[in-house]
């Protein structure tokens, strides 16, 4: 499946980075956030590949569930999509986008794929592994290296949200004497605790769960954790809330090894 996921990343990324070089179409969803026409030819690439591998296995992807398409995942293991998350990043020309395509199975997220088209780099993981291949001409460049969270050391190195910072991120970080940090914008952040260049990720403001559960596969992997403010591991398939949307993610901190 892992194989699969990657080629439809791959293919979505080559998609993506066509309309990136050409200039992309912008429009504004109701909740004011930019959507392009990358996100939709991205979607709909992974929408048909998963369809053609895995029939049975039903996908909530963020366009779609935005327009209403949403199917029933009631004890179902599922896909969640997010065809292009970064999408103020691609349209700000910064390379901090990625595509992200994940497995969730009651409640966890254990496999994902997300994949960097303008930093040449795919990240993948199931349960057992995480890995990082470089990209060049579309195509997986050498082997896959495992990847693997660091030890926090005295002076841990966080990151925030480039767009979606918020006053509770600043606080924390003060509060917990953290001093070194970096803005990086989409789920590469996930991917950097995982791969040992950070210590801890504070999300003090809204995600969806497209937005995080292939990272959050990938962290887990190399040895992480996403825990929510209550100390529990973050769910994914979070329907009839009462007090925020389906698929609404509470605040969370990811952090590598402790």
């Not at 009651?106 to 930093?119: D, K, M, R, S």
């Amino acid at each position: 499946m892992l194989e699969t996921l990657e080629r439809s990343a791959l293919a979505a990324g080559r998609a993506i980075l066509d309309i990136y070089n050409a200039g992309p179409a912008v429009s504004y969803k109701a909740d004011t956030s930019p959507v392009t026409d990358a996100d939709h030819s991205a979607e709909r690439i992974i929408l048909a590949d998963l369809a053609a591998s895995f029939p049975d296995i039903p996908v909530i992807a963020e366009e779609a569930a935005a327009a209403g398409h949403v199917p029933d995942i009631s004890g179902k293991r599922f896909f969640l999509v997010d065809p292009l998350d970064g999408t103020k990043e691609f349209v700000g020309r910064s390379s901090d986008f990625t595509v992200n395509i994940a497995l969730i199975e009651n409640g966890v997220p254990v496999a994902g794929v997300v994949y960097a088209p303008a930093l040449g780099i795919l990240y993948s993981a199931n349960s057992k592994k995480a890995k990082k291949a470089l990209i060049e001409d579309d195509r997986i460049a050498g082997p896959h290296a495992v990847i693997g969270c660091r030890i926090c050391g005295d002076r841990p190195v966080a990151l925030t949200s480039r767009w979606h910072n918020s006053a509770e991120t600043i606080t924390f970080l003060a509060d917990h004497g953290i001093t070194d940090y970096e803005a990086v914008g989409s789920s590469l952040k996930f991917c950097l605790l995982a791969e040992g260049l950070a210590d801890i990720y504070p999300r003090f403001s809204r995600t969806m769960e497209w937005d995080t559960a292939a990272g959050d596969a990938i962290l887990r992997a190399a040895g992480g954790e996403t825990l929510t403010m209550e100390g529990m591991p973050l769910t994914y398939g979070k329907r009839n809330q009462r007090h925020d949307s389906d698929f609404a993610n509470p605040w969370f901190v990811a952090r590598g090894k402790p």
